[in-house]
């Protein structure tokens, strides 16, 4: 049992191991927040609800003190036009235009099974908790969902919008939640970043006034993510009240925080509402997507640790979670689209004993493609390019102990294609105006069904045809001239949305019609990297950028919220394609095993000691790849910050850890750098394995380890800690 109703207060007790979160059904008839963070006993919090004579401000209609006003009370979804001028959830339009929701608590529900979303990935889970709340003038009911994960310190939240007036209501704002903070001096924890600098954090101070993050581009982007956390006080990596915010959603979005001239601090967010309505039919009900909240006692550390452990227990698909990763030779930086089979052959034949053991073709292989500028949408194999049939190729592949892996941009079309050309309507753009370019590519229109189901026909005929194991999931552009004739006017701002549930319902058909298929996504790199996607996808594609000093930030900004095991890493050719920078073999190995692991490199062209090192890499990384899948780990270096990075992934039972140590620049005659790993048995033994010496988990902690880099720039030690006491 996490939920608790105490009839006599009103109260509503929602408990995790650790967290409480607090809600009241208050004397205007409304839900206030009244706490939210560490466990408390389930005692009358009333007490807090301090409401105070706030001079100008509006009123609340009835109350009899005349100058109380909603702007100094917490709303669990607070709605525009009554007097709350702060960041609203929600703003909908009846059919005369007013745009007021007067919510009134009509009563709740506790579900013993958390009911899924119609249409939308969602955390799976146990018992939910449903308030129900009323506007009798518009006849709109709003539902508020809660789902309190007992074992990990998350509760998922959504609302449910239902029209039961006889006459259309608009959405202009429909968020996923709100939560009200009573005051207290907060950072924001965000992230910003671009092609091929995904996921770079950035803290903030909460000012009076409002900071939003959000994405317009119709995916959650290269350059946000669906991400926001309040850090309390001086709450850092390791210590304070952290309170996560991540949104369960792949499309364009919006989080703001906002201090109010009271002081209180206001977090919400969902679906962007910038170019956004959506027409609900009387009888209708429009969903929101869920958003996952997280509250940590032991800073961004812990935090992250409990999105890790959420999304590896309720939404990445059970099948694949704890499932060893192939490692994976992917031909994109090493061949990009000149290939042909015997090409393809000749990497195979340099790393078939090595251990990998899934060749992945990228980008090239079909209709018209020798470039990126056409034969999107035309996903028949193109043999004349190949030399031969894909077939011939997967043979290969088999005969030499990999299984084979195919690349699909299946939401794209290139206007140089036939596709296009037999249905120039099926791509999302205003057919009177010049679309705007970006890599020569449009998007389907995934709002029409006729869209989707050629999608899923064409890409399930090659899923059948051929005996394929993996597929490599791509979108490579944003939506712009967001317009389709599908939709009527006063429908066009749905598209953003439509789209993402037709990405949703192609998803649905193609990934989990293919079980047997395991399926990564990726997106110019990282530029869909979020919940909804590891509903769908086990691994993402972290970025583009493949150097070994990038990756470790882009690695780093990722761990905020998503495990490792969600992330893919490869190894790739030095000087990198993306920085021209030179890291060793053995570095670009040692970041490239914090994730599921790969290649990405023409192995005929790199020296024999490189080659020669993959197969010691693999069977380094098959020492340590159950806790990628499965261990907590703990951020002993900020790149952002310093010179070094360090991650320690320590198994659940403390029994192995893997601490891996970067520097990034060689100071000659600096201080000795030590690394102090902190998930450890305490009172345990652990045997270094690179050093010989057996310490106690407490002095490895607190005396710290000391690595010996190599001397250059962009250099790791590993360290293999086993416990034997
Ligand atoms: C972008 C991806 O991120 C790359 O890995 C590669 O698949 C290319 N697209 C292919 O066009």
């Given at each position: 049992m996490s939920v608790y109703f105490d009839k006599q207060t009103g109260i509503f007790y929602l408990e995790s191991n650790n967290t409480s979160y607090v809600i009241k059904v208050n004397r205007f008839g409304f839900l206030s927040n009244l706490y939210y963070g560490k466990k408390i006993a389930r005692e009358d919090l009333s007490y807090t609800e301090v409401l105070r004579d706030r001079g100008s401000e509006v009123a609340i209609y009835g109350a009899p003190e005349r100058k109380l006003s909603l702007m100094g009370m917490s709303n669990e979804y607070p709605a525009y036009g009554k007097g709350d001028f702060r960041e609203c959830a929600f703003i909908p339009q009846s059919a005369d235009g007013s745009r007021v929701f007067e919510s009134e608590f009509e009563g709740y529900e506790i579900l013993k099974e958390k009911p899924p979303i119609d249409g939308m990935p969602s955390l799976s889970g146990g018992e939910t908790l449903v308030l129900k709340l009323y506007d009798k003038i518009s006849n709109v009911r709003v539902k508020l969902f809660y789902t309190v994960y007992d074992d990990v310190d998350a509760i998922a939240r959504r609302a449910e919008i239902e029209n039961l007036s006889d006459s259309p209501l608009m959405?202009?704002?429909?968020?996923?939640?709100?939560?009200?903070?009573?005051?207290?001096?907060?950072?924001?924890?965000?992230?910003?970043?671009?092609?091929?600098?995904?996921?770079?954090?950035?803290?903030?101070?909460?000012?009076?006034?409002?900071?939003?993050?959000?994405?317009?581009?119709?995916?959650?982007?290269?350059?946000?993510?669906?991400?926001?956390?309040?850090?309390?006080?001086?709450?850092?990596?390791?210590?304070?009240?952290?309170?996560?915010?991540?949104?369960?959603?792949?499309?364009?979005?919006?989080?703001?925080?906002?201090?109010?001239?009271?002081?209180?601090?206001?977090?919400?967010?969902?679906?962007?509402?910038?170019?956004?309505?959506?027409?609900?039919?009387?009888?209708?009900?429009?969903?929101?997507?869920?958003?996952?909240?997280?509250?940590?006692?032991?800073?961004?550390?812990?935090?992250?640790?409990?999105?890790?452990?959420?999304?590896?227990?309720?939404?990445?698909?059970?099948?694949?979670?704890?499932?060893?990763?192939?490692?994976?030779?992917?031909?994109?930086?090493?061949?990009?689209?000149?290939?042909?089979?015997?090409?393809?052959?000749?990497?195979?034949?340099?790393?078939?004993?090595?251990?990998?053991?899934?060749?992945?073709?990228?980008?090239?292989?079909?209709?018209?493609?020798?470039?990126?500028?056409?034969?999107?949408?035309?996903?028949?194999?193109?043999?004349?390019k190949l030399k031969g049939s894909l077939k011939t190729l997967i043979d290969y592949c088999h005969a030499s102990g990999l299984k084979f892996g195919l690349w699909f941009e299946p939401e794209m079309v290139s206007e140089d294609s036939d596709v296009y050309r037999a249905h120039p309507d099926w791509a999302i753009k205003i057919p009177y105006r010049n679309a705007a370019p970006s890599r020569d590519q449009l998007v389907f229109d995934l709002t029409k069904k006729e869209v989707r189901d050629y999608i899923v026909e064409a890409v399930e005929y090659n899923l059948k045809k051929y005996d394929i194991d993996y597929v490599k999931w791509d979108m490579n552009r944003n939506i712009t001239e967001n317009f389709s004739d599908g939709l009527p006017a006063d429908r066009q701002t749905e598209i953003m949305h439509r789209y993402i549930l037709g990405l949703y319902d192609i998803c649905e058909r193609l990934i989990k019609g293919n079980p047997d298929i395991f399926f990564e996504g990726c997106s110019s790199g990282g530029g869909r990297f979020d919940p909804a996607m590891a509903y769908y996808f086990p691994q993402i594609w972290t970025s583009d950028d493949t150097d070994a000093n990038e990756r470790v930030k882009i690695q780093y900004g990722t761990s905020l919220c998503y495990p490792l095991s969600l992330m893919s890493c490869h190894v790739s050719i030095c000087p990198n394609h993306s920085t021209n920078r030179t890291a060793s073999f053995a570095t670009r190995g040692h970041i490239a095993h914090l994730g599921a692991t790969g290649y990405e490199l023409d192995t005929t062209k790199i020296n024999e000691s490189d080659l020669g090192q993959i197969k010691g890499q693999v069977e380094q990384y098959h020492k340590m790849e159950r806790l990628i899948l499965e261990g907590d780990l703990y951020r002993l270096e900020n790149p952002f910050e310093g010179n070094y990075f360090g991650f320690e992934v320590t198994s659940k039972d403390k029994s192995q850890s893997v601490i891996t140590c970067y520097k990034t620049l060689d100071m000659p005659n600096n201080a000795v750098k030590r690394f102090y790993p902190k998930g450890l048995a305490p009172d345990a033994v652990y045997l270094i394995e690179e050093t010989g010496a057996k310490l106690s988990g407490s002095t490895i902690m607190n005396v710290g380890l000391i690595p010996y880099f190599p001397w250059s720039d962009f250099a790791t030690v590993v360290f293999n800690l086993t416990r034997v006491k």
């Open positions: 959405l202009n704002r429909a968020y996923s939640f709100n939560v009200d903070f009573p005051d207290g001096k907060y950072r924001v924890l965000t992230q910003h970043g671009a092609h091929l600098r995904e996921r770079e954090p950035e803290i903030t101070p909460v000012m009076h006034g409002v900071i939003s993050v959000d994405s317009k581009r119709g995916a959650t982007s290269l350059h946000s993510s669906c991400f926001a956390a309040l850090l309390e006080g001086n709450a850092d990596e390791d210590h304070g009240n952290v309170y996560g915010f991540n949104l369960i959603y792949s499309g364009s979005f919006k989080l703001n925080v906002e201090q109010s001239p009271y002081d209180t601090v206001r977090v919400n967010g969902g679906i962007n509402d910038f170019d956004f309505s959506w027409k609900l039919e009387s009888g209708e009900k429009f969903s929101t997507p869920e958003v996952a909240l997280v509250y940590s006692d032991g800073g961004v550390g812990k935090m992250s640790r409990t999105f890790h452990d959420l999304y590896r227990k309720y939404i990445i698909n059970p099948r694949y979670v704890n499932e060893l990763r192939p490692i994976v030779i992917n031909n994109w930086e090493a061949t990009y689209f000149n290939f042909d089979i015997p090409k393809l052959c000749s990497i195979i034949d340099t790393i078939k004993d090595s251990g990998i053991n899934m060749f992945v073709l990228d980008d090239g292989w079909f209709g018209k493609r020798d470039n990126d500028k056409s034969g999107l949408g035309d996903w028949t194999v193109n043999e004349q």
